[in-house]
């Protein structure tokens, strides 16, 4: 079975803080995809990650897939109180079939 | 508007009433799945169908059924509850685009069993 561990579980700044979250696997995965959840809702899709050592930037959030294809990273940058939610990472195996979803890191950003 | 929608958003039932948890998507996606939200434990897989007629356990299918009769329609049948499934539920859909797949979700259903 294909795990994914994230790190930290839970982490609560003050706004206008940098953070940064990671996502680990023993397990090499074709992709991997960040989601942010909100209470009360389903995971909504933020960026995908495809080839090795990617790089991708989203506003404020900067992703990174790590060169064996097994980890990524999300960094926020000058964080704010609407990046609060649940960040989970996800693993997408070849054909897009079938997807492993980490634990999640719970995020809160003060005022 | 695209979207995967899930009835109802909350329930308490009893342990042993049948219930059934409907799910319905409007983008035309092959692929549906149900997923249950643990603390600490993050999304687990219950039941995945790959086109009508197509069904095949997840990680945690024990005490859960479902079926694909139609391409937008994949309900969650639960015969017998009991308090360990008390959790929350997400249905799921997506259309097959290799490693660019992405799955979109309901609003989730919240699942109680006394």
């Known amino acids: 079975t294909q795990l994914l561990e994230q790190s930290p579980q839970f982490l609560s700044i003050q706004e206008g803080e940098n953070l940064t979250v990671y996502c680990n696997s023993s397990?090499?995965?074709?992709?991997l995809q960040w989601y942010r959840q909100e209470p009360g809702e389903g995971p909504v899709l933020l960026v995908t990650v495809v080839t090795g050592g990617e790089v991708k930037k989203l506003k404020r959030l900067t992703f990174q897939f790590g060169d064996a294809r097994k980890d990524s990273s999300l960094h926020i940058t000058a964080a704010q109180p609407g990046d609060t939610g649940l960040y989970l990472c996800?693993?997408?195996?070849?054909?897009?079939?079938?997807?492993?979803f980490g634990p999640g890191t719970r995020l809160s950003v003060l005022p | 508007e695209a979207q995967v929608t899930q009835n109802p958003r909350y329930l308490i039932t009893v342990t042993g009433k049948k219930l059934t948890v409907t799910c319905s998507q409007n983008m035309n996606h092959e692929y549906m799945s149900w997923y249950r939200q643990d603390p600490g434990l993050g999304l687990r897989q219950i039941y995945y169908?790959?086109?009508?007629?197509?069904?095949d356990k997840g990680d945690v299918p024990e005490g859960y059924k479902v079926s694909r009769k139609e391409k937008r329609n994949f309900p969650l049948i639960l015969e017998s509850p009991s308090p360990n499934q008390t959790s929350l539920y997400f249905c799921?859909?997506?259309?097959?685009?290799?490693?660019?797949?992405?799955?979109?979700f309901g609003q989730g259903t919240r699942l109680t069993v006394v």
């Open positions: 169908s790959m086109n009508v007629e197509v069904t």
């Open positions: 799921a859909s997506s259309l097959f685009r290799g490693r660019d797949t992405e799955a979109f």
């Open positions: 397990s090499v995965f074709s992709s």
């Open positions: 996800a693993g997408v195996d070849n054909y897009g079939q079938n997807f492993v």
